[in-house]
């Protein structure tokens, strides 16, 4: 693959742009300046430097992100910063085919929803991950205003009926972690829906966290922060659940 090419692969703006970066001594592959944009590299594995920072190719961008509370999941959000300028600028431009720019967010948290957020630009990732079909289970913390009842928990086990859909909706997992807390599993991604299930069994949300997607744990990345997937945890998050 020519530089060239592969930066422009990996969202360093158009073509002539990527040209320039190169020509002006800006890129460096494996250690060693080059100046030519149309060496031949073997993206395989390869490191190199764009303006000083350093990069690893990926043929597909696969992350996950911490999501902070105040922050949109919006390309264009409308009353709080978007979760897109926590990432670098690479990675909102990387070229794929869906005509949209960058990587993209698997589902949504509202702004004052923490926790964990996968965003690739693979779409058999998105849909594997993403789709109601798949039963991906997603783990949330939830902190409530009044304490929680083992009776409130037999009934987000056994399903509540939300006010769009005659259906009851069940937890796939349901258990008190503290007075006031709850550890709750859906499968499902209805709009609001942890906050309208423990409205309808008479208590009230007041913090809300997602801890896990899949098999993909948040685990200690700090809000606001991110980083690659690894190929072993998208193979194990690909595979199917159960």
Partial sequence: MELQDLLYSQGFGARRVCLGLVQHGL????GALVTDPHAQVDPENLSFTVEGKDWTYHAKAYLMLHKPV????SQKPSAWPSIYTLLPAPLRQ????????????????????????????????????????????KVYE????????????????AGVVLDDDPRPVRAA????????????????????????MVAA?????TGLHRSRIGRLELGDLAPGQW????????????AKVG
């Avoid at 008190?176 to 550890?183: E, F, K, M, N, V």
Wanted: net charge neutral; glycine share 10%; charged share 25%.
């Fill in 27 to 30: 890129v460096t592959v494996d």
């Fill in 70 to 73: 105040g922050y949109e999941c």
């Fill in 94 to 137: 990387r070229p794929n085919k869906g005509g949209t720019p960058g990587v993209q967010a698997i589902g949504r948290l509202d702004q004052d929803t923490t926790g964990l957020l996968l965003l690739t630009d693979d779409g058999t990732f998105i849909h594997r991950m993403g789709s109601p079909k798949h039963h991906v289970p």
């Fill in 142 to 157: 939830v902190t409530n205003a009044d304490p929680v009842t083992e009776e409130q928990v037999r009934r987000l086990l």
């Fill in 173 to 196: 997992a349901c258990e008190r972690t503290g007075s006031h807390a709850l550890r709750l599993t859906l499968t499902e991604g209805k709009y609001h829906q942890v906050k309208r």
């Fill in 201 to 205: 069994v008479g208590n009230r949300v």
């Fill in 227 to 238: 980083r690659w997937l690894t190929a072993e945890e998208v193979k194990d998050a690909s």
